[in-house]
């Protein structure tokens, strides 16, 4: 039975780099036999365009229907000045609400042949290959945010963040158990000398630790987290955190690696639901032209093939295809050194396909 | 007239360190005809010892009756195991606000002969001076902080954050007159796209704003500038944020230095409270074995003349005195390269004297 990937490419350079991705996949049914069924949807800003919604009851539907959901980038400066939840990055929390993607699995790779890229000396990144695991249907994202006055008349905003002890557990315990068919070490992240919040989330990481007695276990602050990663981040396996601070630290590691054109992204849910695009955006500036990095978009299926289809070996084949292209050299404006040829991104996604 | 400083020399290296900026201020007093009244009072876990409290009331008092507050440390794993409220790092929450410390000045500087301590490129830190302007009185850190239930009877922790109009304006209105002293530059660090007391802060901004017409602004996400700084650190000047922004990012801005045991930091409040610390911890480990760096403390010492005692040109002598010892090749044990020769504290204490 073919299996039903909803494509959302959405905004800017998303259907540049979503197209190549869809050929590679197409490339792994012919060398697999493995077979998908492709329905292009709606989303973000080119949903507005079309339907004044960023996430169009049509477009949500096809992806509770589907399989799992590949998505390219939404956002552009077109959109901008509408409302908050009018605006394409509104269709990321409506899918992750409504697709119930508890968890977003963000690794952060270093490639040998890219360690140049980084910011950071060779020696700091070089072999840096963590995993955060972000909580992300909960905390202060899900809250109540509202504006009030207070005694004396003044303006006041707030926000509640919140977690129960379930919502705690499954993200962490996911961790746990990706952590076992990793290097075996969690470092759960939290602001527990501060907030009631992160005391229950180190309560919940101790039970739950007791189910893994094979997983060394490291609690950091986020601020310690923060420079960590800057210090030594080789010291990282999985890194697992609530909402908020998995949203910071999650763009920090991926900044360490220096190429954030390659780095994909999973959001698991409730159920079969999941979700796999790019970490990187729209980029609507290089929109069109043929020039953006489809690699991260490719990778994010190779993500797809492994949690959603428990096709390993094809996603496999994926990955070590995109590590060959880059071993030969070739490499898009991106990641290109000064003066180095640099291919479209066409031209990418036929040498990965070429490879595979 | 004598000015009154308040010495809390607190927990682990923290009396090694404050000893050393004591004696820098005693020089200064003879070179430049000042004078300040030292007293010594416990606290953090020196106080729990004690007293059974973090912050006691004769060491407020005498915090709020002094010209400046000169702090060391406090923590330290003897007292890791007490409840929140009568941890050493309470006195810190308690100092702030009861002294209104509103304001954290934590500049992250890159000195040339210690460029080499980071660990990303020297083309990339090279000449970083940003300086991070945190809100300490708000937010999620004095917001309330509770368990419940939910409905279904399970448990869940809440934690709320919370904004008023003028407690935002005071911060970012600081934060633009600090930058007309320097680069001109304001960064506005916020999660705008998400919460509530995001929106408020950007309003607010654009109100202060107008009456700066000559700073440059740029709005951040958190989340995006986690990343900038690991990218490119040297677009920063002011970097203005809420409590919680500003705990990550001052730690993750500090660490990009390499060189923790130089950083200072100033804590403004209400009238004229002020409290001046180094930004590292207690590091119980080498405390009372004279191995500590002195100079984040005698920056901090500088920093109090500079805002609290507006003594200027004596500010200006203690840090070329701490450019000169670095750039003679001066080093403690946690700047030197291996192999290098190292001074004791009260050597590098001994080393900024001779160069006043
Ligand atoms: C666009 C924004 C709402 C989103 C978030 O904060 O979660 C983004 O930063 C991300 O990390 O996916
Ligand atoms: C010790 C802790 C409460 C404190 C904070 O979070 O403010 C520390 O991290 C700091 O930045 O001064």
Not at 189 to 202: G, Q
Not at 338 to 343: E, I, R, S, V, Y
């Amino acid at each position: 039975m073919a299996k039903k990937i909803a494509v959302l490419p959405g905004d800017g350079i998303g259907p540049d780099i979503i197209a190549e991705a869809v050929k590679v996949l197409n490339k792994v049914e012919q060398i697999f036999g493995t077979s998908y069924q492709f329905q292009e949807y709606p989303v973000g800003g080119t949903a507005i365009d079309q339907t004044g919604e960023p996430l169009p009851a049509s477009t949500l539907q096809a992806c509770l229907e589907s399989d799992a959901v590949l998505l390219g980038a939404v956002g552009g400066p077109k959109w901008d000045n509408l409302p908050g939840n009018k605006r394409p990055e509104a269709a990321l929390l409506g899918l992750r609400k409504e697709l119930g993607l508890y968890a977003n699995l963000r690794p952060a790779v270093v490639y040998p042949s890219l360690v140049g890229a980084s910011t950071l000396k060779e020696e700091v990144v070089s072999g840096v290959d963590l995993l955060v695991v972000r909580e992300l249907t909960g905390g202060i994202y899900f809250g109540e945010h509202k504006r009030t006055t207070t005694e004396s008349g003044e303006e006041k905003a707030i926000d509640v963040l919140e977690y129960t002890r379930s919502e705690i557990e499954r993200i962490v315990r996911l961790a746990f158990e990706l952590a076992m068919k990793r290097r075996k070490k969690v470092t759960s992240v939290d602001k527990a000398n501060i907030i009631e919040t992160s005391r229950l989330w180190r309560e919940v990481v101790a039970e739950v630790q007791k189910d893994f007695p094979e997983v060394e276990v490291d609690q950091q602050y986020v601020d310690n987290c923060a420079m960590q990663l800057v210090r030594n981040p080789k010291q990282f396996d999985v890194i697992v955190t609530e909402n908020m601070f998995g949203d910071i630290l999650s763009d920090e590691a991926a900044m360490l690696t220096g190429s954030i054109g390659m780095l994909a992204s999973a959001s698991i849910g409730t159920g079969n639901n999941a979700m796999y695009e790019p970490i990187h955006g729209s980029a609507p500036d290089i929109a069109g032209k043929n020039i953006a990095n489809p690699i991260a978009t490719i990778l994010s299926a190779a993500m797809m093939l492994r949690f959603s289809l428990n096709q390993i070996k094809e996603a496999d084949a994926i990955e070590a295809a995109v590590t060959s292209v880059l071993e030969k050299g070739l490499r898009t404006g991106d990641l290109a050194s000064p003066g180095q040829a640099t291919l479209s991104t066409t031209e990418m996604g036929a040498a990965v396909i070429a490879e595979l």
